[in-house]
């Protein structure tokens, strides 16, 4: 089932080539939405408002995704969504051709697509071990994180181009038949399906889900990387999503194209961090080799931004200048190749540790902690930037970062050897 005769896996290529094709279809749409939102009469408030419809529906179906993920047909669950979700966008593009389109339209055809993205999440990362072998999951996993980032990184190209000749509706059209195609790639996965009892009531969903819980709590090695995602997602995403774009525009005088530029470099660094942790450490069982240096590449990156940012800093290189620029880039690419460095091997870790029956309840509970921890910790980040000057909470944030990856780090190798 995993790998063919000739060392070819199909399988693993077959759901590669669907994750990149709809992944790139979502990216040239979702990358466009808020030019149109404004284009079409919204605001500021409609902005956050398909933001928040793009990301918490999600959360709220992800536990009861992970039980059925690990109750029904994993593959079956993938076909279904990507197969809804062609349907709904398809729509959407109708609608659009035929002049129909409105906000409110669009807000609930978004919250139906994340609704599905909510069940399709779990079943992928439960299905992804059953496709490779045990010490090839690091390879698989960098992989698909390498084609995600050219998905990321091609979407706002495609997109601006195709928006500006053609307007909205032919990327509605695109993004649509990408997940048709990728649909019918995950049809052709050969994949079996050990079949267990079926789900019954509310009850049971509730007693699976909790099992789940107990599973990853009673597992210390699993238990420590989760706090660990929670940590990274709460205290350093909102950094560069929330205290970067604030510091670019208030302190800073480069141009919003710059700023795309900086977002680039960005992609391209976790192209590059993902590419090369399967490179490096594709064959590496272990999790610590690769953590330590995800985190000192974290740590580093982390310290010269806040360093950046102190009005010292500024009033020595400059706040328009090459060098600085320059300096930001490779920040910005520091950072993302460290968060590959970390994300891929812990993914890799929890697939081989966690059992196949407990795999998609595992991996929702996770999707919640990684997709919840983030807007939470961008609120506490926006509360702070509104009190004091902005290089204070980057400067402290690094200083804890710097002290929980230590002691994470030396805990997960006691824990690990026991």
């Not at 795999?359 to 980040?381: E, Q």
């Amino acid at each position: 089932m995993k790998r063919e005769k000739n060392g070819f896996n199909i399988n693993l290529t077959l759901f590669l080539i669907g994750r990149m094709i709809s992944d790139t279809g979502t990216s040239i749409q979702m990358m466009i939405m808020p030019l149109y939102i404004i284009d079409a009469g919204g605001n500021a408030t409609t902005i956050g408002l398909f933001s928040f419809a793009s990301l918490v529906p999600a959360l709220f179906v992800y536990p009861f995704a992970g039980v059925l993920g690990d109750r029904l047909n994993r593959k079956a669950i993938m076909v279904i969504t990507d197969l809804a979700s062609a349907c709904v966008i398809l729509l959407l593009a109708f609608i659009s051709y035929f002049d129909r389109m409105s906000l409110t339209l669009l807000l609930v055809g978004q919250i139906i697509i994340s609704l599905l993205n909510g069940l399709f999440d779990p079943a992928t990362r439960g299905m992804m071990p059953q496709l490779v072998a045990q010490e090839e999951l690091n390879v698989a996993n960098s992989k698909m994180a390498s084609l995600r980032g050219l998905s990321v990184l091609l979407g706002p190209v495609i997109g601006s181009l195709m928006y500006s000749e053609f307007g909205i509706t032919i990327l509605f059209f695109i993004n649509g038949f990408s997940f048709l195609l990728s649909g019918i790639s995950e049809m052709l996965i050969r994949y079996k399906h050990v079949k267990s009892k079926s789900v019954e009531g509310i009850s049971e969903i509730v007693s699976d889900l909790s099992r789940g819980i107990r599973f990853i709590l009673s597992n210390k090695t699993i238990r420590m990387a989760c706090y660990f995602l929670i940590v990274i997602y709460f205290l350093v995403q909102p950094i560069f999503a929330v205290a970067l774009p604030l510091f670019f525009k208030t302190r800073l005088e480069y141009s919003n194209a710059q700023y795309g530029y900086l977002q680039s470099i960005s992609i391209l660094g976790m192209i590059l961090g993902s590419t090369f942790v399967g490179w490096i450490f594709g064959k590496e069982s272990g999790i610590v080799k690769p953590l330590k240096v995800g985190c000192s590449l974290l740590i580093v990156s982390m310290l010269m931004f806040s360093l950046l940012m102190f009005p010292y800093t500024l009033s020595v290189l400059g706040n328009d200048t090459i060098l600085y620029f320059l300096l930001l880039a490779v920040v910005f690419c520091l950072f993302s190749a460290a968060n590959m460095f970390i994300n891929v091997p812990i993914q890799s870790f929890i697939q081989r540790e966690t059992p196949m029956e407990y795999m998609s309840r595992v991996f929702s509970i996770i999707g919640m902690i990684t997709r919840g921890g983030m807007p939470l910790g961008a609120l506490v980040y926006g509360i702070l930037l509104s009190r004091v000057d902005t290089h204070w909470p980057v400067f402290v944030s690094t200083l804890l970062m710097t002290l929980i990856s230590i002691t994470f780090i030396k805990s997960f190798i006691k824990a690990h050897e026991l």
